[in-house]
């Protein structure tokens, strides 16, 4: 599956903004999909993630309650909307799809666990 992340910019410390990944080549609804970020001189981090039949999901404990995960199947696209953004969310972010076929911590928290990587969104957050 190939993907295409974008809806990254510029914005002020409590602000918002809502990333988009879209998927193409396989079947989207087969992938659990998750958003790593990776800020300047520092490892790719989780930050979110969802099954693939979009019942359940994960977040990193630094986005609990300010970023939400969705996705629409008939779409192939899945979102990040991101509230009340923080400098230190400040990195570029990725979407990435997993084949696994249970939807567990251990693995949908793991980056290498994902197969397919989208190219990044850089999210500026200035405070």
């Known amino acids: 599956v190939q993907l295409q992340a974008f809806g990254g910019g510029s914005v002020q410390a409590g602000g918002s903004l809502r990333l988009s990944c879209t998927a193409s080549?396989?079947?989207?609804?087969?992938?659990?999909m998750g958003w790593f970020r990776q800020a300047p001189g520092k490892e790719r981090e989780f930050v979110a993630a969802i099954g693939a039949s979009a019942v359940t999901t994960g977040y990193a404990d630094s986005v609990k309650g300010r970023f939400t995960i969705s996705r629409d199947n008939a779409k192939n696209t899945v979102y990040l909307q991101m509230n009340s953004l923080k400098a230190e969310d400040t990195a570029v972010y990725y979407c990435?799809?997993?084949?696994?076929?249970?939807?567990?911590?251990?693995?949908?928290?793991?980056?290498?666990?994902?197969?397919?990587w989208g190219q990044g969104t850089v999210v500026t957050v200035s405070s």
């Open positions: 990435a799809a997993n084949s696994d076929y249970y939807f567990l911590s251990r693995t949908y928290m793991t980056p290498r666990t994902y197969k397919n």
């Open positions: 080549g396989r079947t989207f609804s087969n992938y659990h």
